[in-house]
């Protein structure tokens, strides 16, 4: 599983920002993908998640009515619409897989790769 996300960069408070992952090595229609962040100091938490056909999203309650997570498995790809930003969602992205189901914890994801640092401020 190789995972490789972009698209982050310094947004004002409010503003909105896409960032996205391509998936690289697997069947990327059978896997449900997420997204998790880690901020300065603090552990990797989860963000959003996708399951193989798109059908279901799960998010945190942090990050609920904010962000949309969505998928193109004709492109590979699994994007997060991130809107109202806020400071405190200051923190590198990154993007995860599961075989079959919705990875929505650290310990039943894989191939993180490397993140893409959004960071909120004026």
């Known amino acids: 599983v190789q995972l490789q996300a972009s698209g982050g960069g310094l947004v004002q408070p409010g503003g909105s920002l896409i960032v996205s992952c391509e998936a690289y090595g697997f069947t990327f229609a059978v896997y449900g993908m997420g997204w998790f962040r880690q901020a300065p100091g603090k552990k990797r938490e989860f963000v959003a998640a996708?399951?193989?056909?798109?059908?279901?999203?799960a998010y945190a309650d942090s990050v609920k009515g904010r962000f949309t997570v969505s998928r193109d498995n004709t492109r590979d790809t699994v994007y997060l619409h991130m809107s109202s930003l806020k400071p405190e969602d200051t923190a590198a992205y990154y993007c995860?897989?599961?075989?079959?189901?919705?990875?929505?914890?650290?310990?039943?994801?894989?191939?993180w790769g490397q993140g893409t640092l959004v960071t909120v401020s004026s």
């Open positions: 995860a897989a599961r075989r079959g189901y919705m990875p929505t914890s650290t310990s039943s994801s894989a191939g």
């Open positions: 996708i399951s193989p056909s798109g059908g279901s999203t």
